[in-house]
């Protein structure tokens, strides 16, 4: 059949008109995503003296309450819990200058961080920018950008996208999706245990492999210095006149007898607080901290208990050196 140019145009009107309203429509579902009520808070929050940023092990692992009786925080000038899950250095940076251009003037930036997150090179692809990281879309994206490597489909994929909601905010409808999928997927079967991050075996795919791969990664001939998203972290945040502390945050002790007990990360570990220490940094082992596998959600994440004793073992830790030189290291919780 034979369209003619009346019949197309309609058509493609029609089309133009389908795409607005589905874009509209995202648009409006994902005006509460995570980061967009992360920088709500941030909003709201101008007169916090800490700032705890990081991914999920510290949006889970950190206690405001505990951390700002611990450290005897006056009201209303406490910590902010402005860390976001399944994020990585840069959407971190991003959220850090953002948070600095809500007028917030922080005493401390906390920044905790696990296994090589500081010196792994961040190459992402259009499908990985997803979920709470579809955060490079929106905030500063073309800042953002140069802080990760993308192939050259990727950059153009990513200008085209980063104008539509429908492919920013994708994440918000193919969640709900993917929870009924699996909800329809345990019919029948035994419970999978969950928590308020996810699955708790899905998490298992952040841990190495084995213990000889984890060996392999903390080579120090590959491992020269800390990303370029991390040490601006640094620099932005003590230009903020904040005192900069980086967390190596508690582990399950499975993961700590596997893989922190090993030469080869000891040796890692010296090398980042020797990097640290010329910047200024203050680094806190605390990654044995909470030896109790029971007080954990899953073999990265604390549950409730474990986030408030961790968190009151860093605010008296931090209370205690807060006027001391910046180079104080700590590989025990405070007595």
């Known amino acids: 059949m034979n369209f003619s140019k009346r019949q197309f145009l309609c058509s493609l009107m029609a089309v133009i008109l389908a795409v607005a309203a589905l874009n ?53 000038q406490g910590s902010l819990n402005f860390a976001l899950g399944a994020s990585e250095p840069v959407e971190q940076l991003l959220l850090l200058r953002y948070a600095l251009r ?43 950008r140069k802080f990760y490597y993308l192939s050259f489909h990727d950059r153009v994929e990513f200008e085209l996208m980063r104008h539509l909601p429908m492919m920013v905010d994708r994440g918000t409808f193919w969640a709900k999706v993917e929870r009924l999928r699996r909800e329809m997927g345990q019919q029948g ?26 060996a392999r990664a903390c080579d120090l001939g590959s491992v020269q210095d800390l990303i370029s998203p991390v040490n601006e972290i640094i620099r932005q945040a003590s230009d903020a006149g904040a005192m900069v502390i980086f967390v190596e945050m508690p582990m399950h002790p499975n993961h700590v007898r596997e893989f922190y007990q090993r030469p080869e990360w000891l040796r890692y570990r010296g090398h980042l607080q020797q990097i640290l ?44 050196v807060l006027n001391a030189p910046p180079a104080t290291s700590s590989s025990a919780p405070p007595e």
Do not use: C
């Not at 990081?54 to 505990?66: E, H, L």
């Not at 220490?277 to 596998?293: C, E, F, M, P, Q």
């Not at 208990?305 to 860093?314: D, N, T, V």
């Open 102 to 144: 809500q007028h917030i003037h922080p005493r401390l930036v906390v920044y905790g961080f696990y296994d090589l997150q500081l010196s792994t090179p961040l190459r992402l692809s259009t499908s990985e920018l997803f979920g709470n990281r579809n955060i490079l879309y929106y905030l500063e994206p073309e800042y953002g």
């Open 189 to 214: 079967m035994p419970a999978q245990q969950t928590n308020r991050f996810g699955r708790a075996a899905d998490f298992s795919v952040l841990e190495a492999a084995n213990p000889q791969e984890f």
């Open 24 to 76: 509209g429509l995202v648009a409006i579902a994902s005006r509460h995503t995570a980061p967009r009520w992360l920088m709500a808070r941030a909003r709201r929050s101008p007169d916090a003296s800490v700032l705890a940023i990081g991914n999920s092990i510290i949006a889970a692992g950190f206690d405001p309450a505990a951390f700002d009786l611990a450290m005897k925080l006056p009201p209303g």
């Open 277 to 320: 220490a010329l910047r200024g940094v203050v680094y806190v082992n605390a990654s044995d901290w909470i030896g109790d596998g029971a007080l954990y959600l899953d073999h990265f994440h604390l549950g409730p208990e474990g986030a408030a004793q961790f968190s009151e073992h860093l605010g008296e830790f931090l209370h205690g």
